[in-house]
């Protein structure tokens, strides 16, 4: 009889086989589809996807990272790729196998190459950047224009950030005296919510259009790694069909998000955000003082040149009244005279024509009367024969169905109540 093995002894024997054939490092290529941490170590789930088969996922495996690894791999994937590790994120690892009686297989992690995960990502970044010009939004924000004055300004940030603090300090202290109106839309700036969270204060503020100029998106600290939610597509379309300019300042001087190549204007931070509008407003303000100092300037020039041309005018005005005066009474009285003798004409041509039309007048309008008599009983003997009464007394029935004559059977349901008038009565019926 063949040897019956413990579970233990078998796993024992997988684990030898194990480590015997496959008793190297591997460079593997795979996708996050879960990651976390705990206790300083790293648990990953991989993933291997096909979109061109029925069934995408073709492959899945455990992967772990011990802590005195993860803590040096973590830090120079970041300071490379700008981005923390996340599920949805490419990764090329180096692994070896591992597999222990009591839990079973997993892929021990030694090692992460950020640069593959950077060309990922950069991949990923041109393909919406694409998508983006072929949808024809992608210039859509840079044709808007910021109102001369934008005062009204819709913040989208997190209530505790340090950088909407600054923001709205900066525009309420700023040393030209010029007033803003700030009133923040709370939302998540960093993790997997960015997206779904910055989204919906773009919606909030969208059913509120015609109450603010532009919107400001910013961030105000955090780990240049969380500026992953930024580089969606979702997002970049949400804000390049916005009807108003957005403003960003979410990123660091070397760092441009999706989101900030598609806004109106991208700055580097909140309190920068703040110095634009500023100096926006300013140049409206000096423009409008300018134009304040030329007018008053071109007011006091005209206005001396008027005072005196009708110094001028004042001293001539006796003299060239006296004369226009006479001028106009003597034309006055030779108009008069014209119009009197045309009138009297004019009187006399009408009351011909009166006369001559009152002559022609009577026989026409006899005329026509009694063509219209003869035409009203002609219609009079034609409503006789149409009459529906005179009908229904001839053997024809009507039905009604509210009040409408039924003239199809599909237009009756099942339920429906009919009235038949016939000649004599009426009959109410059911349709079944």
Wanted: charge should be negative; aromatic fraction near 6%.
């Amino acid at each position: 009889m063949e040897k019956i093995l413990t579970l233990y002894e078998l796993n024992s024997i997988v684990r030898e086989v194990i480590e015997i054939e496959l008793n190297r490092e591997y460079w593997v290529e795979a996708e996050l589809s879960e990651l976390r941490e705990s206790r300083g170590h790293c648990y990953m789930e991989l993933i291997q996807t096909d979109a061109n088969v029925s069934s995408p996922l073709v492959a899945r495996a455990s992967a772990k990272c011990w802590r005195n690894t993860w803590m040096l791999i973590r830090p120079h994937f970041e300071r490379v790729t700008h981005q923390q590790m996340s599920a949805g994120m490419r990764v090329l690892l180096k692994v070896f196998p591992q597999f222990h009686e009591a839990y079973g297989f997993s892929w021990i992690v030694t090692d992460i190459n950020p640069e593959f995960t950077l060309g990922d990502m950069a991949k990923k970044r041109m393909e919406i950047i694409r998508q983006l010009k072929e949808e024809g939004v992608f210039d859509l924000q840079k044709e808007l224009v910021v109102p001369s004055f934008a005062q009204n300004i819709a913040v989208i940030s997190s209530p505790t950030a340090a950088g909407y603090g600054d923001f709205c300090n900066q525009l309420a202290e700023n040393e030209y005296g010029l007033v803003f109106h700030t009133e923040l839309f709370e939302a998540v700036m960093q993790g997997e919510q960015v997206e779904q969270s910055v989204v919906e204060a773009l919606d909030r503020i969208n059913d509120r259009i015609n109450d603010f100029d532009v919107v400001v998106i910013i961030r105000g600290g955090g780990a240049t790694a969380d500026l992953s939610g930024f580089d969606t597509l979702i997002l970049a379309e949400n804000v390049a069909n916005f009807p108003i300019p957005v403003l960003t300042g979410i990123g660091h001087d070397r760092d441009e998000s999706i989101l900030d190549i598609i806004s109106h204007t991208r700055v580097k931070t909140p309190t920068a955000a703040a110095a634009f509008l500023i100096n926006h407003n300013l140049v409206t303000l000096r423009r409008i003082e300018d134009a304040k100092k030329r007018l008053i300037k071109v007011v006091s020039i005209r206005m001396e040149y008027e005072k005196t041309r009708l110094d001028g005018i004042a001293r001539n005005v006796p003299l060239q009244f006296s004369l226009v005066k006479d001028r106009h009474f003597s034309k006055l009285d030779r108009i008069m005279q014209r119009l009197s003798s045309n009138i009297q004409i004019s009187l006399r041509e009408a009351a011909y024509n009166i006369e001559a039309v009152e002559r022609k007048m009577v026989p026409l309008v006899e005329r026509r009367m009694m063509q219209e008599n003869h035409r009203l009983s002609l219609l009079e003997q034609r409503m006789k024969i149409l009459n529906p009464e005179r009908l229904l007394k001839q053997g024809y029935s009507l039905t009604l169905c509210n009040g409408k004559v039924v003239r199809r059977s599909e237009d009756l349901l099942k339920g429906d109540e009919i009235e038949t008038r016939l000649g004599y009565g009426s009959i109410k019926s059911v349709v079944i």
